[in-house]
């Protein structure tokens, strides 16, 4: 689960900053970005950073953002699976809305290599 919820916070900061705006379900007035093209069936880890939150919000009620827990997560999960550690700055703030439209312009496509996704 470790890289997917690194794809996770990947897909959500290329939309409009990293605010946990991919988490977001649809509603009657907004599509989200979960069945944008580069993540309809393909993104996992949903529901690790609702158990993550639970227990936070269950610790500390309405303190730590799902931005925040998303970050935090991803730099454990690379961490727990070896790789390096590295300092998160926290204080993110959660997106109130999002957008299927703004996913599917500014995710990058499958066909990008490295040098397009580190230019990016």
């Known amino acids: 689960m470790g890289a997917s919820l690194v794809r996770l916070f990947f ?8 605010d946990a705006s991919v988490l977001l379900d649809d509603t009657r007035s907004m599509i989200g970005e979960k069945n944008a093209v580069g ?5 996992r880890g949903y529901e690790v950073i609702d158990a993550i939150k639970s ?3 269950a610790a500390c009620p309405s303190t730590v953002s799902c ?4 970050a935090l997560a991803s730099r454990d999960a690379v961490t727990l699976l070896g790789g390096p550690s590295w ?3 926290l204080g993110r703030r959660d997106a109130r809305t ?3 439209a703004a996913a599917n ?16």
């Open 87 to 89: 300092t998160v700055p």
């Open 67 to 70: 931005a925040d827990i998303l």
């Open 98 to 100: 999002a957008s299927i």
């Open 39 to 43: 993540n309809a069936n393909s993104l």
């Open 11 to 18: 897909h959500d900061c290329f939309v409009d900053g990293c």
């Open 55 to 57: 227990r936070v919000e």
């Open 105 to 120: 312009a500014n995710l990058p496509p499958t066909s990008d290599g490295l040098t397009n996704l580190v230019a990016r």
